[in-house]
């Protein structure tokens, strides 16, 4: 690579990452995931230019952050392929990074596969409280604790307290019915939001994609 294509690659990083920050900060880790999966291609690049052109070390990528720290609790195993990918066939990201970007992604998909747990039984069970999920997904008091504190912050979860233990349920957001578009083609489909939560076929161009959920008022 060319100092000049070194330097695109960390001007396209930069901007993918700002989008992503975006995202998360009006709250929509969808959205954020997607951009921080944008931004993988020039990550090598980024690290490049920035080594050698203005002596940066990095302590950790941010947009990888990004991916292993929502990816998981949006049962989103695509992305987490992307960025294990990207480790794979560009051994010098991990390591020219400070953090252990490898035991970071075996810690994502754990995290993955306890969402899901929680997820699967949740939506056959309804409410329930703590101590039932806990003992029929099987997870440790830890793995369990941060799919409540992350869906709580990302509203996938509902708690109700009833002395002495708290129930949850899946947020009722998610089975509100909305209006969802195509990135590709713009075709629009209708269904529960957490129908979108995963790559959907589109009715109009048949390509298996991410659709952009539009909020529910438009959809009714
Ligand atoms: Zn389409």
Redo the contacts with the bound molecule.
Sequence with gaps: MTKQEMEEHAGQYHSFLGKAQSSLRSQDFRGAVAFAVASLRFVDGMMQFERKYQGKEHAKIDAIEIIFRFAPYLLDSDSLDSAAELLKSQRRIAKNTGTDLSSALDEARANLWSAYRVWDFLENRGECDEATIRRHTGLEPDAWDRVRTKWEVMRLLRRRENHPASYFSLSLQMAVTVLAK??????SARGKRVTFLQKVK??????Q?FFAVLSPELAS
């Design positions: 195509c990135p590709r083609c713009g075709g589109c009715p109009k161009c048949a390509a994609e």
